[in-house]
């Protein structure tokens, strides 16, 4: 089953904003908690390109990204009873997620990264699942066409904004070391990051759709 057919039979996200345009994930927890099956599809609307990239940075197929995807969105669902709320809901569902990759890396024998990817940055990897596919040249065009988006995106964001997300996306800085540099605390390089990836995901966002 692929996770498009998981998702068969969702209300499309125009209607989740009329119907719940402020509801936070916790209370959408609670409600999936109390039996609320409807709640735990819009938490999966929600994250699951988020999901599928994190997936896509340990698994190079593109249909086995969607199917680990599902799989640990399944995962998430059935151990739902579990989240006390001690992190955010996404936190949680990034190592369920990350587990599940890692999981299904063993079980076909191939190689674990070194290292994680990092939550923060995990917020924003939908672009690696869409990017992650066999190259062609219709598929270089538009790889071509998202980076040349990108590097628009970057140059109009505001100087603070810029130089956060290049230093850390471009030269690899921690977010101690963008700190350091940018002379300010770790929780304003966060947010400056955020909000800079935020900015950059909305001028990407009809391009990905499209491809």
């Known amino acids: 089953m692929s996770f498009a057919t998981f998702r068969a039979g969702l209300p499309a996200d125009g209607d989740i904003c009329m119907v719940e345009p402020q509801e936070a994930d916790q209370q959408l927890v609670e409600r999936v908690q109390k ?19 994190l997936v896509s940075s340990y698994v190079n197929d593109y249909q086995e990204v969607q199917d680990v995807a599902q799989e640990a969105f399944i995962k998430a669902y059935r151990a739902i009873d579990k989240f006390r709320g001690d992190s955010s809901f996404y936190t949680w569902l990034y190592r369920i997620a990350v587990n599940t990759a890692k999981n299904h890396l063993v079980s076909k024998g191939r190689k674990l990264p070194e290292s994680d990817i990092d939550v923060h940055d995990a917020e924003f990897l939908d672009t690696a699942a869409s990017l992650r596919v066999v190259d062609t040249p219709e598929r270089n065009l538009y790889r071509d066409e998202i980076e040349r988006v990108i590097h628009d995106a970057i140059r109009r ?13 471009f030269d690899g800085l921690s977010y101690d070391e963008i700190a350091h540099v940018m002379d300010c605390p770790v929780g304003t390089v966060r947010s400056r990051i955020f909000r800079a990836r935020e900015a950059i995901d909305r001028e990407i966002e009809p391009l990905l759709k499209r491809g």
């Open 157 to 169: 964001l505001p100087d603070e904004l810029r130089t956060a997300v290049m230093l850390r996306e």
């Open 35 to 53: 039996g609320d099956k409807a709640a735990f599809d819009l938490l999966v609307i929600k994250y699951q390109h988020r999901v599928l990239g």
